[in-house]
């Protein structure tokens, strides 16, 4: 799978964005798919996690309450609302064919695709 993740701009504190992650295709009935960040000087962090095959979700503890991951067909988003100045970041999505959404948004998993990072940029 070949992933492509858009959606990133400015935004001011205190607005939402609609970030997608558009896969090439899905092979396998299931793949976790999940949604990262990487602030500047900070690490990787995961955000959230779907499983294609039954849609269920997996939020980190810091994911929980302003970021909702869905998905339609071939395409994962990632909604964030009430946008902070912290949120700045690139985000990533990526997905596996093999690792649980807890692993994945741990980042315990080797995961197979990675999409290209799209920057949220969020000003004050």
């Known amino acids: 799978v070949q992933l492509q993740a858009s959606g990133g701009g400015l935004v001011q504190a205190g607005g939402s964005l609609r970030l997608s992650c558009a896969a090439s295709a899905f092979t396998y009935d299931y793949y976790g798919v999940g949604w990262f960040r990487q602030a500047p000087g900070k690490e990787r962090e995961g955000i959230a996690c779907i499983s294609t095959s039954d849609g269920t979700t997996y939020y980190a503890e810091s994911g929980k309450g302003r970021f909702t991951i869905s998905r339609d067909k071939n395409t994962v988003y990632l909604q964030i609302d009430n946008l902070s100045v912290d949120d700045t970041a690139d985000y990533y999505c990526?997905?596996?064919?093999?690792?649980?959404?807890?692993?994945?948004?741990?980042?315990?998993?080797?995961?197979?695709?990675w999409g290209q990072g799209t920057l949220v940029t969020v000003s004050s």
């Open positions: 990526a997905a596996d064919p093999i690792a649980g959404c807890s692993s994945v948004v741990a980042g315990r998993a080797y995961l197979e695709a």
